[in-house]
């Protein structure tokens, strides 16, 4: 018998369906999980982390690297603004998805603009019923057509949707809030609940004129404020140099559970940079970043002594998180031929000696990373057995032997000693890859190529991060350097898939699913802005993430992603970096929140507010 999820609140009676719908659905969901019962009941007040009676008003000044074109998220051209969907996926500040994603709750999701949906046990449609009250900034309500036009203008403009939605062949409106998403496959158990991560557009001001008469076009950048429904809306910019977000006073949906005490601030003023390093400089003075996320561990370590820190005018804390843990790896992209051999990759990843950076330039702060679900109970170890063993063993022809008789570690560094032998192995790896030292370069033996590598970077933090590696590697006799772009360009280098290695940071949710696709299936390998960014073609991994995305229930789930994680690191795809265990935070004392934030995202900054004597 199928495990499928058990939702939370069940609501049987909101209206009837048509027949033929009815006799297939279950009852309507509301707060839905995939993985557990959620700790909030059906129409909950709000967070457990918010305030309910937070005070509204003022300003928060934040950053933003490179600069921006457009503000249109949601098609490959173009470089959106701050406040925007990142990466195209969201809502954003603009605009409100069908459903809301708990901010303190893996894979568990609330009700927004859909106040609820339904679908069967075998998985092979949904409904998602409209909450009646949701409308746009303009007044006009959010229709079932306005869902259908942006499901179908997201298939067919955005990459990530077209492959997170790659198995819901259709839209179609079953009444005036009612829409029903048709499958092609059955038991895709995620399909029902993701559909809620759908941003929905205004078809009616998309199709419409701008001031100009001329007609807008959805597929193409715009610097025209768009419509939305979300909770800001923009009130004034500058390409390339600044944009302000306004908080919409009559937000339709402020009073909802997952809104309640949320969304406090009056604007939100983002402030333009070509380079990362002023930034930092900024923010020690006030007034243009109020709220600083650190990255750097030397920084968190050591640099905290300036005069507003001094004098109490800035707070700083880390804030536990119990979320997975981001795969942060250099991504070696098999485009190229000299990194298609996987004894060549494998050998790269013997000249990274992460403990010695950890020691020198980290503070000792950081954590290797060893799997690509870091974190919980998706993470693999060990060597592989019970009902995971048995999957893999349905590829052993395909994988190295020495998967299934043992564990996983990356290399370890750290002294001479250890370097020189990971020096060995490396050498040896790369001799039999068809390479040889020729006048102190490796140099492949057919060609004459010397082996160069340039490792791509959108700010200084690369030589920070890539330094000491790429020193390693000179030392070693391999040809690299650094290689440094502003923001803008750096995108568009990694939507062409145009560098020889980059760090990627690839965050993983605790119910892996159909996004899969997208980060390592051979049909995203070639697609412009996808995020399998080595370029993976590999037939295991296809089955396994196929095999992920139709997994009957959750022990079922753990076993494939286990496989799937040991099959990517023992391909050496990624030479993994580092994560810390905990969220860094700094900011100026203007802000008051919840003591106890979210510890499944670490802190939630849509629930603070501001001071009222610190307002402006």
């Not at 974190?375 to 032997?401: H, K, N, W, Y």
Request: aromatic share 12%.
């Amino acid at each position: 018998m199928k495990c499928f999820v058990v939702p939370i609140a069940v609501i049987a009676l909101i209206a009837p369906l048509p027949a033929s719908f009815a006799q297939e659905a279950s009852g309507w969901v509301t707060t839905d999980s995939l993985i557990a019962t959620s700790k909030y009941a059906d129409n909950f007040p709000h967070y457990d982390h918010a305030n309910p009676d937070a005070p509204k008003g003022g300003t928060v000044n934040l950053p933003a690297l490179g600069t921006y074109d457009s503000f249109n998220p949601y098609i490959l051209k173009g470089n959106p603004a701050a406040g925007f969907a990142s990466g195209g996926f969201g809502g954003g500040l603009l605009y409100d998805t069908l459903r809301a994603q708990s901010v303190d709750e893996p894979s568990t999701s609330h009700p927004l603009i859909s106040e609820s949906f339904t679908y069967p046990e075998d998985d092979s449609f949904a409904i998602y019923r409209l909450n009646k009250a949701a409308k746009w900034h303009d007044g006009e309500p959010i229709t079932s057509q306005d869902v259908v036009w942006t499901f179908e203008v997201l298939k067919k403009y955005n990459q990530l949707y077209r492959e997170y939605y790659k198995n819901v062949v259709s839209a179609e409106i079953v009444n005036e809030t009612d829409i029903k998403f048709s499958f092609d496959e059955k038991n895709n158990r995620e399909l029902p609940n993701i559909l809620g991560d759908m941003p929905v557009l205004p078809q009616h001001w998309w199709e419409g004129t701008d001031a100009n008469g001329n007609k807008r076009d959805i597929s193409k950048s715009t610097l025209e404020p768009p419509l939305g429904s979300g909770p800001y809306k923009i009130a004034s910019f500058d390409p390339g140099v600044f944009i302000q977000w306004e908080r919409v006073k009559d937000y339709w949906a402020a009073d909802l559970p997952v809104n309640k005490g949320r969304n406090n601030f009056d604007r939100f003023n983002y402030t333009y940079f070509l380079d990362s390093t002023p930034i930092w400089e900024a923010f020690k003075k006030g007034g243009i970043q109020d709220i600083h996320t650190e990255t750097s561990s030397q920084r968190w370590a050591n640099e905290y002594t300036f005069p507003a820190f001094k004098e109490g005018k800035v707070k700083k804390r880390t804030f536990p998180t119990t979320g997975s843990k981001p795969m942060q790896g250099f991504a070696m992209n098999m485009r190229r031929d000299k990194f298609k051999d996987v004894r060549v990759r494998k050998a790269l990843s013997y000249l990274f000696d992460f403990e010695s950076i950890n020691r020198l330039q980290l503070s000792g702060l950081r954590t290797r990373t060893d799997s690509y679900f870091e974190g919980g109970e998706l993470q693999s170890s060990g060597i592989p057995e019970g009902r995971e063993l048995s999957i893999l063993q349905e590829f052993s022809d395909q994988l190295p032997e020495a998967l299934f008789t043992a564990p996983f570690e990356n290399p370890v560094g750290g002294d001479r000693a250890k370097n020189r032998d990971n020096q060995r192995l490396a050498a040896q790896l790369m001799r039999e890859a068809g390479w040889e030292p020729r006048n102190g370069t490796w140099t492949n033996i057919e060609t004459g190529e010397p082996f160069s590598i340039e490792i791509l970077g959108g700010s200084p933090v690369t030589n920070i991060i890539a330094g000491q590696f790429t020193q390693d590697m000179r030392k070693f006799g391999i040809d690299a350097s650094i290689r440094i772009v502003d923001a803008s360009q750096y995108v568009s280098r990694l939507e062409d898939f145009n560098f020889d290695i980059t760090t990627v940071q690839l965050a993983q949710s605790l119910s892996p699913g159909n996004e899969q696709r997208d980060f390592w299936s051979s049909t995203a390998a070639d697609k412009p802005d996808s995020r399998n960014m080595s370029g993976i073609k590999n037939p295991v991994v296809d089955a396994l993430v196929d095999k992920i995305i139709f997994a009957e229930n959750r022990d079922e789930l753990i076993a494939l992603t286990h496989a799937l994680d040991r099959v990517l690191l023992w391909n050496y795809y990624y030479i993994p970096q580092w994560h810390s265990p905990e969220e860094w935070l700094a900011w100026w004392d203007k802000f008051d929140f919840v003591d106890k934030q979210p510890t499944y995202s670490g802190v939630d900054t849509s629930s603070w507010w501001i001071k009222p004597e610190s307002r402006k």
